[in-house]
Protein backbone atom coordinates (compact mmCIF):
# COMPACT_ATOMS: atom_id res chain seq x y z
CA UNK A 1 0.00 0.00 0.00
CA UNK A 2 1.01 3.61 -0.76
CA UNK A 3 -0.14 6.55 0.86
CA UNK A 4 0.12 10.11 -0.16
CA UNK A 5 -0.58 12.91 1.79
CA UNK A 6 -2.37 16.52 0.81
CA UNK A 7 -3.47 19.77 2.11
CA UNK A 8 -1.49 20.86 5.00
CA UNK A 9 -0.11 24.42 5.22
CA UNK A 10 -0.26 27.41 7.06
CA UNK A 11 -3.35 28.63 8.56
CA UNK A 12 -3.85 31.12 11.54
CA UNK A 13 -5.20 29.83 14.97
CA UNK A 14 -9.00 29.32 14.41
CA UNK A 15 -8.94 28.59 11.13
CA UNK A 16 -9.35 25.11 9.19
CA UNK A 17 -7.86 22.88 7.15
CA UNK A 18 -8.76 19.60 5.25
CA UNK A 19 -6.01 17.04 4.71
CA UNK A 20 -6.32 14.31 2.21
CA UNK A 21 -4.67 10.78 1.43
CA UNK A 22 -4.90 8.86 -1.17
CA UNK A 23 -3.52 5.37 -0.90
CA UNK A 24 -3.01 3.15 -3.73
CA UNK A 25 -2.81 -0.79 -4.20
CA UNK A 26 -5.40 -3.73 -3.12
CA UNK A 27 -7.75 -4.14 -0.34
CA UNK A 28 -7.50 -0.39 1.28
CA UNK A 29 -11.50 -1.00 2.17
CA UNK A 30 -9.33 -3.50 4.61
CA UNK A 31 -7.28 -1.66 6.36
CA UNK A 32 -7.41 0.95 9.54
CA UNK A 33 -6.25 4.02 8.46
CA UNK A 34 -5.20 6.70 10.52
CA UNK A 35 -4.10 10.35 11.07
CA UNK A 36 -0.72 10.87 12.73
CA UNK A 37 1.69 13.68 13.89
CA UNK A 38 4.87 14.54 14.84
CA UNK A 39 5.84 18.26 16.27
CA UNK A 40 9.48 19.19 16.69
CA UNK A 41 11.35 17.19 19.66
CA UNK A 42 8.39 14.62 20.48
CA UNK A 43 7.33 11.63 20.07
CA UNK A 44 4.63 10.96 17.24
CA UNK A 45 1.27 10.67 18.05
CA UNK A 46 -2.12 9.06 17.11
CA UNK A 47 -4.64 12.03 16.30
CA UNK A 48 -7.53 9.83 14.68
CA UNK A 49 -8.25 6.14 13.45
CA UNK A 50 -11.09 4.76 11.38
CA UNK A 51 -12.24 0.92 11.25
CA UNK A 52 -11.85 -0.30 7.90
CA UNK A 53 -15.78 -0.02 7.60
CA UNK A 54 -15.73 3.70 8.68
CA UNK A 55 -18.36 2.49 11.61
CA UNK A 56 -15.55 2.93 14.30
CA UNK A 57 -13.52 5.87 15.17
CA UNK A 58 -10.70 6.73 17.93
CA UNK A 59 -9.53 10.83 18.71
CA UNK A 60 -7.27 11.93 21.14
CA UNK A 61 -7.96 14.04 23.72
CA UNK A 62 -6.85 17.10 22.23
CA UNK A 63 -8.84 16.51 18.93
CA UNK A 64 -12.11 15.50 20.21
CA UNK A 65 -14.63 18.20 18.89
CA UNK A 66 -12.76 19.91 16.55
CA UNK A 67 -11.30 17.13 13.84
CA UNK A 68 -13.14 14.81 12.01
CA UNK A 69 -11.82 11.57 10.24
CA UNK A 70 -13.67 9.84 6.97
CA UNK A 71 -13.24 7.92 4.53
CA UNK A 72 -14.10 6.71 0.98
CA UNK A 73 -13.63 2.87 -0.04
CA UNK A 74 -14.70 3.31 -3.43
CA UNK A 75 -12.04 5.97 -3.85
CA UNK A 76 -9.56 4.72 -1.79
CA UNK A 77 -9.41 7.84 0.05
CA UNK A 78 -9.13 9.25 3.92
CA UNK A 79 -9.73 12.63 5.19
CA UNK A 80 -8.56 14.29 8.52
CA UNK A 81 -11.37 17.97 8.83
CA UNK A 82 -9.23 19.82 11.32
CA UNK A 83 -11.58 22.93 12.66
CA UNK A 84 -10.52 25.33 15.43
CA UNK A 85 -6.90 25.41 14.82
CA UNK A 86 -4.64 26.11 17.53
CA UNK A 87 -0.74 26.59 17.83
CA UNK A 88 -0.30 23.38 19.61
CA UNK A 89 -1.58 21.51 16.25
CA UNK A 90 1.56 22.37 14.42
CA UNK A 91 3.14 18.93 13.34
CA UNK A 92 4.06 16.83 10.05
CA UNK A 93 0.98 14.93 9.89
CA UNK A 94 1.18 11.65 8.71
CA UNK A 95 -1.35 9.08 7.08
CA UNK A 96 -1.18 5.51 8.15
CA UNK A 97 -2.89 2.15 7.08
CA UNK A 98 -2.65 -1.13 9.53
CA UNK A 99 -4.30 -4.38 8.83
CA UNK A 100 -6.64 -5.09 11.54
CA UNK A 101 -6.55 -5.87 14.72
CA UNK A 102 -5.44 -2.06 15.42
CA UNK A 103 -3.59 -0.63 18.26
CA UNK A 104 -4.37 3.16 17.59
CA UNK A 105 -1.79 4.62 19.93
CA UNK A 106 0.76 3.12 18.86
CA UNK A 107 2.14 4.16 15.92
CA UNK A 108 5.00 1.44 15.63
CA UNK A 109 2.51 -1.30 14.98
CA UNK A 110 1.10 -0.26 12.21
CA UNK A 111 2.08 -1.39 8.90
CA UNK A 112 2.66 1.59 6.26
CA UNK A 113 2.81 5.03 5.95
CA UNK A 114 2.78 8.76 3.77
CA UNK A 115 5.96 10.73 3.86
CA UNK A 116 3.69 13.84 6.10
CA UNK A 117 2.66 17.08 5.42
CA UNK A 118 3.07 20.16 7.64
CA UNK A 119 0.78 21.81 8.62
CA UNK A 120 1.71 25.04 11.12
CA UNK A 121 -0.75 27.12 12.50
CA UNK A 122 0.30 30.72 13.51
CA UNK A 123 -0.90 32.53 16.42
Known amino acids: VQLVESGGGLVQAGGSLRLSCAASGRAFSSYAMGWFRQAPGKERESVAVISWSGESTYYVDSAKGRFTISRDNAKNTVHLQMNSLKPEDTAVYYC?????????????????WGQGTQVTVSS
Open 96 to 112: AADRPPTIPTIPSKWDY
